[in-house]
């Protein structure tokens, strides 16, 4: 090749690469481009507010920590990402409360030891407790059972209520007359309002009931949907779900048999009546179908009944018919702020035949002004022999053994423990609230409390010494 023709060849190598290159930058710019709005997209879509539920790959929050006042939330969320964790929820209630979430697999009582270390940052944290129901087993009722009384204005023509000793015992089945919450007496007064609202933080409620159905709450037109900054927008038209499915739906039975002792329709010739004939009960659904739940879930559902008081709705009474020998913080924290809002917390005492005062059972030892703890007793006026007891903790003692509700599916059941006779309690506050709406919560604790049968087989084991009795409650 000669000199000319080696200078022309190479010219056009030049020329070649040369436009390759900046075809290839050309492309580059283009990839980087488009990634930069694939990101972009990817940004907007995780910032919109989406229906809670939380995906396979998380896990149940190990940690509910309490910083100190003066920590803001940026700050915590910058400590909790500095261990490999994330802020799960803010429980706005309670200022400061976290629930945390560790990315790395380690256990509760790791995670919170490890939060509890930072003393001049953290006022408490702890394990994020199992919650586990333990009443004592039931059985179901068929409709070929039901029996019809008598006509009587205050006798509700549902024909199974003369199955229901607690609320009306004139010695059916072994028991003994009058040992009952004196229902017909108080229904003289009223029998309920749908102006009051009474939630069940259980395991949620059948809300397609045919005993229960006209007694659920929905949200007003006027409520806003719930939206939580952390956990999303919730569909809470017919109340709170923690459990991940969104839809507060009974898939235990328990809560739906806590709701129709509170409030089953009465005297529309179905069933059941509960103690009030009308009233709105919100499902605050926390435990799942295996009867188990978590602190985190029930202190969320709490914050839920907060807000949507603050937001209008007349929550007055939150019935929790579980617990547990853990003690924790947070959950005192959360329930305290309930009782600030002006709500009642009626909980059960606990089913294991054990004094209170010695071992501690939760939330129904929590020494707060709006707790009121509820021992179970027999057909008989005797103390259950499951039922747990405390003449410091324990405060008033209502039907629990044997005890006919609803159940899932338009079923009705029978079904022992402090569990039962807590929405008794819980359902003669509400009743007080139809007749005196502008109580209190102090007062209307007060009222339960004073408005009580006193009992011989209660001497000394709990701090009223009686039986509920509803009409007192009225003052019939």
Known sequence: MNRKNFWVHLGIALVIIGIAAVVGQIRSWQLNRSERVRT????????????????AE???PE?????????????????????????????EIVKGLVAIDDLDNADAETVANQYAELS????YAEPNFKIELNDPPGSAIDDSQFRKLDENPFIPNDPMFEDQWALNNVGQDGGTENAHISALK??????????????????GVDYTHRDLLSNMWLRPDNVPQYEDDELGTFNDERGYDGTNSGDPMDDNGHGTHCAGIIGAEGNNDEGITGINWKVEIMPLKFIGRGGFGSTKDAIEAINYAVDRKRNGVNVRIISASWGSTLYSKALEDAI?????EGILFVAAAGNNSTNNDRRAHYPSNYKLPNVISVAALDRNDQLASFS?????????????KDILSTWLNDGYREASGTSMATPYVSGVAALILASEADLTVAELRERVLAAVDPLDSLNGKIVSGGRINAAKALGN
């Not at 305290?336 to 600030?340: F, I, L, M, T």
């Open 40 to 55: 972009v997209e990817k940004v907007k879509v995780a910032n919109k507010p989406v229906a809670v539920k939380r995906s």
């Open 58 to 60: 998380e896990s149940e």
């Open 63 to 91: 940690a509910m920590v309490r910083f100190r006042p003066g920590v803001s939330l940026n700050e915590i969320r910058r400590i909790a990402a500095k261990n490999n964790d994330r802020v799960e929820d803010e429980i």
């Open 120 to 123: 001049e940052l953290v006022e």
């Open 186 to 203: 108080a229904w003289a007064k009223t029998r309920g309002t749908d102006k009051v609202v009474v939630a069940v933080l259980d395991s």
């Open 336 to 340: 305290k702020a309930a009782g600030e």
């Open 388 to 400: 747990n007891f405390g003449i410091k903790t324990v405060h008033i003692a209502a039907p629990g």
